[in-house]
C-alpha cells in the first residue's frame, strides 16, 4: 500500500490581503494534484519554534504527489507571490 505524503506548513502572515492573492493562485496547484486540506487555518497555539498565525496539513495520494506539486511551476508562481505577503516553514512529509 502506497504511504500519503503531507506538506506540513507554519506561515506568518503579515499581510492578510495580499495574502489572498495567494490562495487564489495555489488552487491551481492543488486541484491539479488533488490536494486535501486536514488542517486549514483555526485555532492553534505554536508551543515551540517560530511564530505563525496560519497552520496547515495538506494530503496528497502519496509523497512523490506532494513534492511533484511543490515542484509544479503552478505552485512556485504561487510562493513568488506568497513570499511578498508572509514567510513559511514548509516540509514535505511521507505518511506511516
Avoid at 21 to 30: H, S
Avoid at 76 to 89: F, G, L, P, T, W
Wanted: proline fraction near 2%; hydrophobic fraction near 40%; charge should be neutral.
Amino acid at each position: 500500500m502506497t504511504k500519503k505524503g503531507y506538506w506540513v506548513a507554519m506561515v506568518d502572515i503579515a499581510d492578510q490581503e495580499g495574502y489572498k492573492e495567494y490562495i487564489a493562485l495555489n488552487k491551481a496547484a492543488f486541484d491539479k494534484y488533488g490536494a486535501t486540506f486536514v488542517v486549514r487555518a483555526g485555532t492553534s497555539q505554536v508551543m515551540e519554534g517560530p511564530d505563525a498565525n496560519r497552520l496547515a496539513v495538506i494530503e496528497f495520494k502519496d509523497y512523490e504527489t506532494a513534492l511533484a506539486c511543490y515542484n509544479s511551476p503552478e505552485y512556485q508562481k504561487a510562493i513568488k507571490v506568497r513570499e511578498k505577503y508572509s514567510k513559511a516553514h514548509l516540509a514535505v512529509v511521507e505518511g506511516i
